[in-house]
């Protein structure tokens, strides 16, 4: 059996589409096609930016219908976790999707833990305390008497976004899911109970489905003006680590990650869930993998080495990556000292 696969992998500083050829034994994989992201200011307030982005995936299928003709097998998208964005009536988007560095959050932990004990919250998710996460950036939109959770009728985290605009379907993927510290894995389900305390819309909660579900068919209109046949989207692991540590090819369950792009993880895929005290302590993780939980830790990726690249490009210097690991081996050694694990960075 051999077959055609697009995979979509959206990253915060770029995508990417990449071809991948099963022959019955063995995957080849191409990259097709790469284009830019990142968060765009306004005023005080950062955003990402949806539907360029999904102009880009429409390109990509455009690019590959015209190399490889109509015929495609299956497509798949990962991104980032925790960043969604809010459905109205008639589909309607109510505002582009905050990025996880937007300023909203600053205070909202310790207003979670005024509601909910942060012993409890670890206990009922198993997610680690960080204000960048979905149930802080909602409690944000909460306290400041935001109208749009009034408005909203569902929340669709970013592939998730991606999966609806391609087949009309809504849904949540569970990878991507637990990252939200709103789900609860004793429960299989989202922690209604926590999303009820915190004052949160429970209605806005999709599905979640398994991944390697399909999600839909591709939309008759979509699939016209790309050049392709009809192609069944299926939900991978569509948070990106955990599309990534799926594809560890290591010969064993007994084997340690490193996943490193704009942030880096480590850790273990563990069969259930660890909410030790020793884990709280640490501000361990355990975030949703393909049969697996995976037992982690953020730890500072390539995002302080992705912020001196633009500041530097904003001066006129525009190094690629290539230069500046050039120049990093020619400095001079200890000349500076950066923690990249100080709170300022994370």
């Given at each position: 059996?051999?077959?055609?696969?697009?995979?979509?992998?959206?990253?915060?500083?770029?995508?990417?589409?990449?071809?991948?050829?099963?022959?019955?034994?063995?995957?080849?994989?191409?990259?097709?096609?790469?284009?830019?992201?990142?968060?765009?200011?306004?005023?005080?307030?950062?955003?990402?930016?949806?539907?360029?982005?999904?102009?880009?995936?429409?390109?990509?299928?455009?690019?590959?219908?015209?190399?490889?003709?109509?015929?495609?097998?299956?497509?798949?998208?990962?991104?980032?976790?925790?960043?969604?964005?809010?459905?109205?009536?008639?589909?309607?988007?109510?505002?582009?999707?905050?990025?996880?560095?937007?300023?909203?959050?600053?205070?909202?932990?310790?207003?979670?833990?005024?509601?909910?004990?942060?012993?409890?919250?670890?206990?009922?998710?198993?997610?680690?305390?960080?204000?960048?996460?979905?149930?802080?950036?909602?409690?944000?939109?909460?306290?400041?008497?935001?109208?749009?959770?009034?408005?909203?009728?569902?929340?669709?985290?970013?592939?998730?976004?991606?999966?609806?605009?391609?087949?009309?379907?809504?849904?949540?993927?569970?990878?991507?899911?637990?990252?939200?510290?709103?789900?609860?894995?004793?429960?299989?389900?989202?922690?209604?109970?926590?999303?009820?305390?915190?004052?949160?819309?429970?209605?806005?909660?999709?599905?979640?489905?398994?991944?390697?579900?399909?999600?839909?068919?591709?939309?008759?209109?979509?699939?016209?003006?790309?050049?392709?046949?009809?192609?069944?989207?299926?939900?991978?692991?569509?948070?990106?680590?955990?599309?990534?540590?799926?594809?560890?090819?290591?010969?064993?369950?007994?084997?340690?990650?490193?996943?490193?792009?704009?942030?880096?993880?480590?850790?273990?895929?563990?069969?259930?869930?660890?909410?030790?005290?020793?884990?709280?302590?640490?501000?361990?993780?355990?975030?949703?993998?393909?049969?697996?939980?995976?037992?982690?830790?953020?730890?500072m990726g390539l995002w302080l080495v992705q912020e001196c690249r633009r500041a530097w490009r904003q001066q006129g210097r525009d190094f690629s990556y290539a230069q500046l690991s050039g120049l990093a081996e020619e400095a001079a050694p200890f000349s500076a000292l950066v923690d990249p694990d100080d709170e300022t960075f994370l």
């Amino acid at each position: 059996m051999s077959a055609r696969l697009l995979a979509f992998d959206l990253g915060a500083e770029s995508g990417r589409g990449i071809l991948g050829r099963f022959d019955g034994e063995r995957l080849e994989l191409s990259e097709l096609r790469r284009f830019p992201n990142g968060p765009v200011r306004l005023f005080k307030s950062l955003y990402w930016d949806p539907l360029r982005l999904f102009s880009e995936l429409l390109e990509t299928l455009r690019c590959y219908a015209g190399q490889h003709g109509g015929q495609l097998d299956a497509i798949g998208i990962d991104a980032w976790g925790v960043d969604f964005a809010l459905l109205g009536p008639g589909d309607i988007l109510l505002e582009n999707p905050r990025s996880y560095r937007d300023p909203r959050t600053e205070g909202m932990l310790e207003r979670a833990f005024e509601i909910v004990p942060r012993e409890e919250i670890f206990q009922r998710t198993g997610i680690q305390f960080m204000r960048l996460n979905t149930l802080y950036q909602l409690l944000a939109m909460r306290e400041a008497g935001s109208p749009l959770l009034d408005l909203a009728q569902h929340l669709l985290l970013m592939p998730d976004l991606f999966n609806f605009f391609l087949t009309g379907v809504k849904r949540s993927e569970f990878t991507n899911a637990t990252t939200t510290q709103l789900y609860d894995p004793s429960l299989g389900s989202w922690s209604w109970e926590l999303v009820e305390r915190l004052g949160l819309p429970a209605r806005i909660l999709p599905d979640i489905a398994d991944p390697g579900t399909v999600v839909g068919a591709l939309l008759p209109d979509i699939a016209a003006e790309v050049g392709l046949e009809a192609v069944p989207v299926i939900a991978p692991a569509t948070h990106d680590t955990g599309s990534a540590v799926a594809a560890v090819p290591a010969e064993t369950d007994d084997f340690a990650y490193i996943s490193s792009g704009t942030w880096s993880l480590m850790g273990v895929e563990l069969a259930q869930p660890l909410v030790s005290d020793q884990a709280l302590a640490y501000n361990f993780t355990n975030e949703g993998g393909v049969g697996s939980y995976r037992f982690l830790k953020n730890i500072m990726g390539l995002w302080l080495v992705q912020e001196c690249r633009r500041a530097w490009r904003q001066q006129g210097r525009d190094f690629s990556y290539a230069q500046l690991s050039g120049l990093a081996e020619e400095a001079a050694p200890f000349s500076a000292l950066v923690d990249p694990d100080d709170e300022t960075f994370l």
